[in-house]
């Protein structure tokens, strides 16, 4: 699978912490300058990418900038992961049924 720009935009710890900020709902951009230890135009340019990756919709409140989660984007890495859900979900159905012989109750 080629990298979608909502992976690569996820690849950075900083735009990560945005996006799970973002999961609680709309914030504004002072947020994310006061949570992360960056300066205020690296936290723009973050954004930036973001928005570009379609991650992170924008909107103006008077003069703030409210910032939302759009999680389309994180549905297509979500299908992408299901393959690997299930080579988990076996191999710890694998484990229990292991423990479940080695340590009966």
Same mark, same amino acid.
């Given at each position: 699978? /080629? +990298?979608? =720009? !909502? *992976?690569a935009a #996820? !690849?950075? =710890?900083h735009r990560l912490a945005i996006? &799970? +900020?973002l999961a609680d709902g709309e914030r504004p951009a002072g947020d994310f300058v006061q949570a992360l230890p960056v &300066? /205020? =135009?690296t936290v723009s340019r973050h954004l930036s990418v973001l928005r570009e990756a379609g991650l992170v919709r924008v909107r103006k409140a008077g003069v703030q900038? #409210?910032?939302s989660l759009d999680p389309r984007p994180l549905a297509e890495i979500d299908a992408w992961l299901e393959p690997y859900r299930r080579f988990w979900s076996s191999k710890l159905d694998a484990l229990e049924a292991h423990l479940d012989?080695? *340590?009966p109750q």
């Open positions: 699978m /080629q +990298m979608t =720009p !909502a *992976f #996820l !690849a950075d =710890p996006v &799970a +900020m &300066a /205020q =135009p900038r #409210l910032y012989q080695e *340590f």
